[in-house]
């Protein structure tokens, strides 16, 4: 099979310079273009040489349908209105589309789940392998350990300049406890806690975020019971985690039929 070619969202970014690094590091996949906000400074510049790759004769547009239009997939990580219109162009392509965009609400992913009728979506919080497979053990704990002997508190931390609180892996791990004991999470997730706020509802899960410095990506989902607690981890030290889940998931969404995947899926941890 061709190598599979692959357009970069925000190629100018953090994340998406290490999705262009990331492709240009793996058999089996290439840069087929790379894609920047309007009215970004980098527009027209090789996105190669922003990348820190050198010249690699793909410049950075602005303009995402004649990009669409020849590639086998698009990885985006950027907002979710943004998202949403990139699904609706890779459905008309009939492609694969990697999100890994974060604070999309519910009207977001129903037009994301109407677009994978017609394309291959992966949509994960979080594009980490080490990340899903700690979704899978949360869920599993979470089943076995009684709602009304353990609290279930998801706590993360991440750089000062994110945007969007619980951020999408937390929210991710909170999914995972809520279907461990076969609740929603909507019903039962605590996400402020001030002033005088009375004891703890049994079965909630709560939800605790920092904020600061620049750090990439830390989670924790700790069980505490009477007398015992189970701490749970994750601790990203490099977006480059990020990048190499989100090109496998695009490999291999290649051979799948339209539809909505999660990383869970590409792992093949699904119930």
């Known amino acids: 099979m061709s190598e599979m070619g692959l357009v970069v969202v925000g190629a100018a ?11 240009a590091a793996t058999n089996g996949v290439r840069i087929a273009g790379a894609l920047d906000r309007k009215g970004s400074d980098h527009v027209g ?3 190669g040489e922003t990348a820190g790759l050198g010249p690699i004769g793909v410049p950075i547009t602005d303009d995402p349908l004649p990009l669409f239009a020849k590639a086998d997939g698009v990885i985006d990580f950027s907002a979710p209105a943004a998202s949403v219109e990139y699904a ?6 009939r492609i694969v589309h990697v999100i890994g965009t974060t604070g999309c609400s519910t009207d977001d992913d129903a037009a994301i789940l109407a677009a994978a009728r017609h394309a291959m979506i992966v949509k994960s919080g979080n594009m980490s392998l080490g990340v899903n497979l700690l979704a899978a053990l949360v869920e599993q704990a979470a089943r076995a350990l009684p709602a009304s002997d353990f609290d279930i508190e998801v706590l993360e931390m991440h750089h000062r300049h994110k945007v969007d609180a619980p951020s999408g892996t937390a929210l991710l791990l909170g999914e995972a406890a809520a279907k461990g004991r076969d609740v929603a999470l909507a019903e039962h997730s605590v996400r402020v806690r001030d002033g005088h706020t009375g004891a703890r509802a049994a079965g909630t899960i709560g939800f605790a ?8 990506g830390d989670h924790s989902v700790i069980l505490a019971g009477t007398g015992e607690r189970i701490t749970l981890s994750h601790h990203a030290e490099d977006r480059a985690i990020f990048a190499r889940g989100a090109v496998q998931a695009a490999l291999w969404a ?12 590409v792992l093949g941890l699904t119930r």
């Open 209 to 216: 975020t920092l904020r600061g410095g620049s750090v990439v």
């Open 13 to 23: 970014g953090r994340m998406g310079q290490a999705i262009l690094r990331t492709i």
């Open 88 to 93: 609706g162009y890779a459905a008309q392509a």
């Open 45 to 47: 510049r090789d996105a």
């Open 254 to 265: 290649r051979e799948k039929k339209p539809g909505l995947y999660s990383m869970r899926d």
